[in-house]
């Protein structure tokens, strides 16, 4: 069974830096893609961020673009979302979340329903 497992939420102040980290369990499966997406309080889940598995392929929010970095080690099994410059809306609980079948182009890797296993969430909180 796939288990993904993320790690660094917490408390930052506005302007600050946070590296959250999703490991993704070594069974056997196929990742395409991994991605990230967030819930603030009250809102529906959006899209974040998210890159292909094998290649370059990498996509965005617009909200987050030139601040956010997603990036992956394969060796590691994990998926990296590095966010500078954070913002007091940035404010969320953020998911990564695991695609396990092929699908090519931002349509699908900005949205939830494509992908098939989830993290727990970590919770993401900045202060202004």
């Known amino acids: 069974q796939v288990h993904l497992v993320e790690s660094g939420g917490g408390l930052v102040q506005a302007g600050g830096s946070v590296r959250l980290s999703c490991a993704a369990s070594a069974r056997t499966f196929t990742v395409d893609a991994m991605g990230w997406f967030r819930q603030a309080p009250g809102k529906e889940r959006e899209f974040v961020a998210a890159a292909s598995w094998i290649g370059s392929d990498t996509y965005y929010v617009d909200s987050v673009k030139g601040r956010f970095t997603v990036s992956r080690d394969n060796a590691k099994n994990t998926v990296y979302l590095q966010m500078n410059s954070l913002k007091p809306e940035d404010t969320a609980v953020y998911y990564c979340?695991?695609?396990?079948?092929?699908?090519?182009?931002?349509?699908?890797?900005?949205?939830?329903?494509?992908?098939?296993?989830w993290g727990q969430g970590t919770q993401v909180t900045v202060s202004s």
């Open positions: 979340a695991a695609m396990l079948s092929y699908y090519s182009g931002a349509y699908y890797y900005t949205r939830d329903r494509y992908y098939d296993v």
